[in-house]
């Protein structure tokens, strides 16, 4: 029945608590609750970001005709996107493992226990505020692509008139050269009507680089970039992995699905750097071990482990990480928590349900 009673309060003041907090939640060990707050402990999550460059080539109009009347060597000839991995992140996310469920229990006559919880459940710290992290500014994102300018706007009356595709990229390349001479002329102060102030110089110089940018892309053709993020979500177990296809990557498509054939493989390997050594218990000392668990405050000791990613035989991503599922679990004594004249305070590591630091 305790443990029934705690569960209800702890619901009871999840509830009430996330009007006032979204990141972690008190909870007082009080006469109602049997002085016994339930935490969950948590499992190892990777989320992996991948970073993606998508580049659009576009050809111009009178690609054909860039080197013959501007000198262009290599234009874009052809309509075409490509994708690039840019970059890969880690981070060590974790989740509550339902099958590690705990009850952390006081004596009636400690000076007024409490727990905070993530709102999830995972345990944060006992009679101390946890620790809070700098807020991560977030990435800004980029900025939307302008407009793109008719470049027919700016033709002249007689290349709207040319009767053909090469008479017009030849009136264009004029207008470029034309364009390139008015503005060397106000540069060096030799042209006819000179922009009278600072302001108006401005205006024309803009309006003079604009026109020849947009023309000029008429043969040389445009690209356009753009970068954005992807995650996907790996749950290890207790096994080391050996090159596990997470995702593919595609120059065509960016990132897809692990099955999806299309793309190259990113492989991912996890290696335990601290394997524990095989031990079979018999069956006393397995219900010894069911008992310990049952008895004071269970936590996480994660186990190092080495993580790496693979891409085009390459490595993009190595970096040492922790793992709660490569690790064990140990328990503090419920003495710990019967001093009535100042309590001990325990800060943990929430997303590791490993202990930080203890204060006595």
Same mark, same amino acid.
């Given at each position: 029945?305790?443990?029934?009673?705690?569960? /209800?309060?702890?619901?009871?003041?999840?509830?009430? =608590?996330?009007?006032? =907090?979204?990141?972690?939640? #008190?909870?007082?060990?009080?006469?109602?609750?049997?002085?016994?707050?339930?935490?969950?402990?948590?499992?190892?999550?990777?989320?992996?970001?991948?970073?993606?460059?998508?580049?659009?080539?576009?050809?111009?109009?009178?690609? +054909?005709?860039?080197?013959?009347? /501007?000198?262009?060597?290599?234009?874009?000839?052809?309509?075409?996107?490509?994708?690039?991995?840019?970059?890969?992140?880690?981070?060590?996310?974790?989740?509550?493992?339902?099958?590690?469920?705990?009850?952390?229990?006081?004596?009636?006559?400690? *000076?007024?226990?409490?727990?905070?919880?993530?709102?999830?459940?995972?345990?944060?710290?006992?009679?101390?505020?946890?620790?809070?992290?700098?807020?991560?500014?977030?990435? +800004?994102?980029?900025?939307?692509?302008?407009?793109?300018?008719?470049? #027919? #706007?700016?033709?002249?009356?007689?290349?709207?008139?040319?009767? =053909?595709?090469?008479?017009?990229?030849?009136?264009?390349?004029? +207008?470029?050269?034309?364009?390139?001479?008015?503005?060397?002329?106000?540069?060096?102060?030799?042209?006819?009507?000179?922009?009278?102030?600072?302001?108006?110089?401005?205006?024309?110089?803009?309006?003079?680089?604009?026109?020849?940018?947009?023309?000029?892309?008429?043969?040389?053709?445009?690209?356009?970039?753009?970068?954005?993020?992807?995650? *996907?979500?790996?749950?290890?177990?207790?096994?080391?992995?050996?090159?596990?296809?997470?995702?593919?990557?595609?120059?065509?498509?960016?990132?897809?699905?692990?099955?999806?054939?299309?793309?190259?493989?990113?492989?991912?390997?996890?290696?335990?750097?601290?394997?524990?050594?095989?031990? #079979?218990? =018999?069956?006393?000392?397995?219900?010894?071990?069911?008992?310990? /668990?049952?008895?004071?405050?269970?936590?996480?000791?994660?186990?190092?482990?080495?993580?790496?990613?693979?891409?085009?035989?390459?490595?993009?991503?190595?970096?040492?990480?922790?793992?709660?599922?490569?690790?064990?679990?140990?328990? /503090?004594?419920?003495?710990?928590?019967?001093?009535?004249?100042?309590?001990?305070?325990?800060?943990?590591?929430?997303?590791?349900?490993?202990?930080?630091?203890?204060?006595?």
């Amino acid at each position: 029945m305790r443990r029934r009673y705690a569960l /209800l309060f702890f619901f009871t003041v999840f509830l009430f =608590s996330d009007v006032f =907090s979204q990141k972690t939640i #008190r909870i007082d060990a009080v006469k109602a609750n049997d002085y016994g707050v339930v935490y969950s402990l948590p499992k190892t999550t990777f989320v992996i970001t991948f970073k993606t460059k998508k580049t659009t080539y576009r050809r111009g109009e009178f690609y +054909q005709y860039a080197r013959r009347y /501007l000198g262009i060597e290599n234009p874009i000839n052809e309509n075409r996107t490509v994708y690039s991995l840019e970059n890969v992140a880690v981070a060590n996310k974790g989740i509550p493992d339902k099958t590690h469920s705990f009850m952390v229990e006081f004596r009636p006559n400690t *000076i007024e226990p409490f727990v905070y919880l993530t709102e999830e459940g995972l345990i944060c710290s006992i009679n101390a505020m946890p620790e809070t992290k700098p807020a991560v500014p977030a990435e +800004q994102a980029p900025k939307a692509n302008q407009q793109p300018v008719d470049a #027919r #706007r700016f033709f002249s009356e007689e290349t709207l008139m040319a009767g =053909s595709t090469a008479k017009q990229a030849e009136l264009i390349a004029k +207008q470029i050269l034309e364009l390139r001479r008015s503005r060397n002329d106000i540069l060096i102060g030799e042209a006819e009507n000179m922009p009278p102030d600072g302001e108006a110089y401005k205006v024309v110089m803009d309006q003079l680089n604009l026109q020849e940018k947009v023309l000029t892309e008429l043969f040389t053709g445009t690209v356009e970039t753009e970068t954005f993020t992807s995650d *996907i979500t790996f749950v290890p177990d207790d096994m080391n992995i050996e090159r596990k296809v997470i995702a593919r990557f595609s120059t065509k498509l960016g990132l897809v699905d692990a099955d999806n054939l299309a793309g190259a493989p990113i492989y991912l390997s996890l290696t335990n750097k601290t394997p524990k050594p095989e031990m #079979r218990l =018999s069956e006393k000392e397995l219900q010894q071990l069911e008992k310990k /668990l049952t008895e004071g405050l269970v936590y996480n000791i994660p186990s190092k482990a080495d993580l790496k990613m693979e891409y085009n035989n390459q490595i993009i991503k190595e970096t040492e990480v922790d793992v709660v599922q490569f690790g064990s679990k140990e328990v /503090l004594t419920k003495k710990m928590f019967d001093s009535c004249k100042k309590p001990i305070q325990i800060i943990f590591y929430p997303e590791l349900g490993a202990i930080k630091q203890i204060i006595q």
